[in-house]
DNA sequence: GCGTCAAGCATTATCGATAATATGTAAATA
DNA sequence: TATTTACATATTATCGATAATGCTTGACGC
């Protein structure tokens, strides 16, 4: 989530020679895109120093990534918990998603002629989750379907502007409000995956924007996520 | 830095209640948004620290904040310095700010029509700074100039997302190769503004992607910064 | 000459303890 | 009763010190 240099390079090489304060971080992220820290959920810093072994330090220091991505909130002496999100942010999102994922298709179009690579085994794992029912782990598949799209454009300063804009949890909230069928959700990514398979940039931009469009809470759609 | 409290200075407004990190955070920002520190300088916590009066702890909470929002970056162990951005980094970017910048003027214009208040404001404080020659105040304005934009869609998430660009530091290293004279780049600006003053969102949005697709590095073009 | 390895150093990473403070509760006051 | 004040409490905010680690340099064997 917050790789140093290029992510998209060399993960191979790089040691999980990580600190206490990334652990903990991903711990926090894994805990809330999972929904078992729920929205409003309020944080202390020293229970979770003890519930992972460690001291409070690493702890804040990871409070303060994770506000600044804006997935939690903190109040100064007071305390801090799991960012809820209005229906309000929910639908700011999407115009912003739609332009970066638009740039995304034009850009990874290209370069996935024929073979769309992760984003297609993206694709084949959420219709897979979809069968299972469970909707958490549907959420959790159609964010990494949409972020191996965003990672096929290759372009960092992309990356870095979706992932500021917290999909994960919004998918989540989405998700618990959402009563479309997960199989019809999966399958209408399957003219996303089409499209960049094409290879064509302005047709790709095209089905993604209006895909993710789609995604207005509150509105009947296909798929049953925001992300 | 440790006893103000008492102070009676400022009783009407809402008291500086924040924390030290807060403060530390705030600082760095300005010194590398003024140019003061430049991009690859190192930052060494506990020389911030004594400069600042705190201790390390502080000053690596703002680190770890500053590195979410991609303005510095950290190798454990090593040290963290102000991100330095290849020129790989500063093309990449384009197409990114081109989509979130016209989507924020689409946001933007109907809120502006005949009157676009900080954005405007910022355009005239870009024009005085440009007859100073002084290229990094202009580029620090240009960002207001931009920012004020995006604050202007009222949508936080467009503003997350454009954040994490670290435009800052583009703007900053862009301006030290680009020789356009800067009353011309700030001139550039004067359509920008126009478009959103006359509240047409399409207008508004096509400009927009127009002036900052001209940011690409290395052509030649009105505007002397990326930002 | 070249590669390997072992201190030493500079710097960060983490800890445990202490200080500071926002908030809720209840007494004091009018 | 309504309002203010004082205080206790829970939690964060900060500190100073120590541990851990990556990098550098130079010795050493080949």
């Known amino acids: ?3 140093h240099r290029g992510s998209v390079a060399n993960v191979s090489t790089r ?30 810093e020293l229970e979770i120093a003890e519930q992972l072994g460690t001291s409070q330090t690493p702890v804040r ?16 002496h007071v305390g801090t918990r799991v960012r809820d999100l209005a229906e309000q942010d ?18 990874a179009a290209p370069r996935l002629i024929g073979n769309a690579g992760d984003v297609r085994d993206a694709f084949l794992a959420m219709q897979d989750v979809a069968r299972t029912d469970d909707r958490l782990a549907y959420a959790s598949a159609s964010t990494q379907f949409h972020r191996a799209i965003i990672r096929a454009a290759h372009n960092e300063s992309l ?26 959700a999966a ?8 499209a960049l398979e094409a290879g064509d940039p302005d047709l790709a931009e095209d089905v993604l924007r209006n895909h993710v469009s789609g995604y207005l809470p509150g509105t009947v759609h296909l798929d049953g996520d925001p992300a």
């Open 90 to 107: 929910l639908v700011d999102a999407v115009p912003v998603r739609a332009a970066l994922e638009g740039v995304a298709g034009r850009l």
């Open 187 to 194: 399958e209408s990514h399957r003219v996303v995956l089409e």
């Open 15 to 44: 040691l999980p020679r990580v600190t206490l304060a990334d652990q903990v971080r991903d711990f926090i992220v894994l805990e809330i895109a999972q929904g078992r820290m729920a929205p409003g959920t309020p944080l202390r």
């Open 1 to 3: 989530m917050r790789d």
């Open 61 to 76: 220091e990871a409070f303060r990534e994770l506000s600044a991505l804006g997935l939690i909130e903190s109040r100064i």
């Open 159 to 184: 990356l870095r502007a979706w992932n500021a804009l917290g999909i994960e949890v919004m998918t989540i909230m989405a998700m618990a409000s959402n009563p479309i069928p997960l199989e019809d």
